[in-house]
């Protein structure tokens, strides 16, 4: 029993990524994560979102997967981490064949690190 719950737990953490990881890889020119921002919401409720992210709500994101490229890795947020859009979201992607993760800390945790956001 304590096997199966080490393998389930290294395989929940598996599908996460962490903000330090992203952050750096965003700084280098060609960076080989897009970041995904999936809130279910407009723009006027979002207000600012993770700087260079690409908008396209979980609701939205199966018609729009043959826009993205598959030679990059998707990390996907929602509002905080224990919402489920973000896990919606990464379904669909690797469901589709896409290299994606969720960010570990989602909104919430990038916004109170002070790490870069954006107005929209």
Partial sequence: MQNEKIDFLKTYLSL?????TVIADMQKPNSKYVVLDVRNA???IKKDQIKGALAIPAKDLAQHLEELDKSKTY???DWTAGTTLGKVALLQLMSAGFEAFELSCALE???G???PVEKI
């Fill in 16 to 20: 996460y990524i962490d903000h330090n």
């Fill in 42 to 44: 407009p723009a006027a």
């Fill in 75 to 77: 990390v996907v947020y």
């Fill in 109 to 111: 945790g990038w916004k």
């Fill in 113 to 115: 690190m002070h790490l």
